[in-house]
């Protein structure tokens, strides 16, 4: 099957500053990746959706300037959590597509950000 | 507004029990079905439903799909300690995914 590395697993970092998860597909070309946020016992929420060469389209409510999403090559996309708080603590989980289509997504590992 | 919706949000069964999962949806632009099985971290894939009536199956896990009536089960029979997870079920709308809750299945000895 289809493999996505997202890194890191876990990061814990100070008020204020940025944190850069990493979002690669390892052995197919995505396309197309998605974002998502998930806080404990609830739904996975679309933040943005990431396209190659093109600027991320946001979902309604999330902040284009904070979470910065960069798509540079078919095989890695990056998000930026700009100038972090506590309430931006929360699961980051990323997915891709290996067809056209965005048929079936395969997802990341996640990453578990706290921000103190 | 699009909405995914399963049921129930949690559940607790005996090894060797029976459990069926639902999804009911409503969106504009249906293409597939699809649920995940989210142990830990990652959700892992299981299954696209794109047709009704049809049912797919994976050793002791199988779903159906009903585009009339709006639904999704996912079925495992004799479930075992490691089908402990959270069950997902999102729906495709041409490559826009929405998820549901998901269903806390938890299987005890």
């Known amino acids: 099957g289809a493999v996505v590395s997202q890194h890191p697993s876990r990061v814990i970092c100070k008020s204020g500053t940025s944190v850069k998860i990493e979002c690669r597909s390892l052995?197919?070309?995505?396309?197309?990746m998605f974002w998502y946020r998930q806080f404990p016992k609830q739904s996975l929420m679309l933040m943005a959706t990431?396209?190659?060469?093109?600027?991320?389209?946001?979902e309604q409510g999330v902040e284009k300037d904070k979470f910065l999403i960069n798509h540079a090559s078919l095989t890695l996309s990056t998000l930026t959590v700009t100038s972090a708080h506590p309430e931006d603590s929360s699961f980051y989980i990323c997915?891709?597509?290996?067809?056209?289509?965005?048929?079936?997504?395969?997802f990341g590992s996640g990453t578990q950000l706290s921000v103190l | 507004e699009d909405k995914v919706v399963q049921s129930p949000l949690s559940l607790v069964v005996h090894e060797g029990d029976t459990v069926t999962l639902n999804c009911s949806y409503e969106?504009?632009?249906?293409?597939?079905l699809l649920w995940y099985k989210q142990e830990k971290k990652a959700p892992t894939f299981l299954f696209m439903l794109?047709?009704?009536?049809i049912e797919k199956k994976s050793g002791r896990l199988s779903s159906i799909l009903d585009k009339k009536e709006l639904f999704s089960i996912l079925n495992i029979t004799a479930t075992q300690t490691g089908d402990s997870a959270i069950y997902l079920c999102?729906?495709?709308?041409?490559?826009?995914?929405?998820f549901g809750a998901g269903t806390q299945v938890v299987v005890t000895p």
């Open positions: 969106v504009t632009n249906f293409r597939s």
């Open positions: 990431s396209n190659e060469g093109s600027k991320a389209t946001y």
């Open positions: 999102a729906v495709d709308s041409w490559g826009k995914f929405q």
């Open positions: 794109t047709s009704s009536g």
């Open positions: 997915s891709a597509s290996r067809d056209r289509g965005n048929e079936k997504l395969f």
């Open positions: 052995d197919f070309q995505a396309t197309t």
